[in-house]
T-cell receptor, first 116, second 114 residues
Framework: DVKVTQSSRYLVKRTGEKVFLECVQD?????MFWYRQDPGLGLRLIYF???????EKGDIPEGYSVSREKKERFSLILESASTNQTSMYLC???????????????FGAGSRLTVL | AQKVTQAQTEISVVEKEDVTLDCVYE???????LFWYKQPPSGELVFLIR??????QNEISGRYSWNFQKSTSSFNFTITASQVVDSAVYFC???????????FGPGTSLSVIP
């Protein structure tokens, strides 16, 4: 059974702390994504990666960075957490199809981050 | 720029009613994919369907059906004879050629009342 695993389901952090959200997939997918989900706003793309050590900014990259040192692992980093980063964070992966379009996304269960 | 709009924020229906969830997309790409995902109360998004831009055939899968119309840039989703288990947030999404991005709409929250 294919899986995307997010290391923490719930986190509570303080303003200014550095936060790491880890995501691992076991499907040998090329693409990996980090989304943020907020009520009324749907899923917004923070960063994505189409290969090891490659990253591209999504729609809301400010305040975040990412790391992809291995194909199966994609980490989201909040260098200095702020209260407006309280949200649900979703990791996903997909194959890459011909022409560069992403295939079906497989999602992790999500990480709910609260910043106090 | 690419965009996905789901104008219906919340819908409530009584069990066994039919319901249609609307999705309108914008893209200048001529080749793209459209998707629907379901997010049940447990939280994990589940893939429902993928459609490429060259295939305008409607699709039916059990109680689910999808109507893709390029002329109106719409990809609507109908649930026939709704059930309580259909209660979820449904997202429409678009995948375009540039850097494998997948763009989601804001979602429609469906509540099916027994």
């Amino acid at each position: 059974d294919v899986k995307v695993t997010q290391s923490s389901r719930y986190l509570v952090k303080r303003t200014g702390e550095k936060v790491f959200l880890e995501c691992v997939q076991d499907m040998d997918h090329e693409n990996m994504f980090w989304y943020r989900q907020d009520p009324g706003l749907g899923l917004r793309l923070i960063y994505f990666s189409y290969d090891v050590k490659m990253k591209e900014k999504g729609d809301i990259p400010e305040g975040y960075s990412v790391s992809r040192e291995k194909k199966e692992r994609f980490s989201l980093i909040l260098e200095s957490a702020s209260t407006n980063q309280t949200s649900m964070y979703l990791c996903a992966s997909s194959q890459r199809l011909s022409g560069g379009r992403a295939n079906v996304l497989t999602f992790g269960a999500g990480s709910r981050l609260t910043v106090l | 720029a690419q965009k996905v709009t789901q104008a219906q924020t919340e819908i409530s229906v009584v069990e066994k009613e039919d319901v249609t969830l609307d999705c309108v997309y914008e893209t200048r790409d001529t080749t793209y994919y459209l998707f629907w995902y379901k997010q049940p109360p447990s939280g994990e998004l589940v893939f429902l369907i993928r459609r490429n831009s060259f295939d305008e055939q409607n699709e039916i899968s059990g109680r689910y059906s999808w109507n893709f119309q390029k002329s109106t840039s719409s990809f609507n989703f109908t649930i026939t004879a709704s059930q309580v288990v259909d209660s979820a947030v449904y997202f429409c999404a678009l995948s375009v050629t540039s850097y494998d991005k997948v763009i989601f709409g804001p979602g429609t929250s469906l509540s099916v009342i027994p």
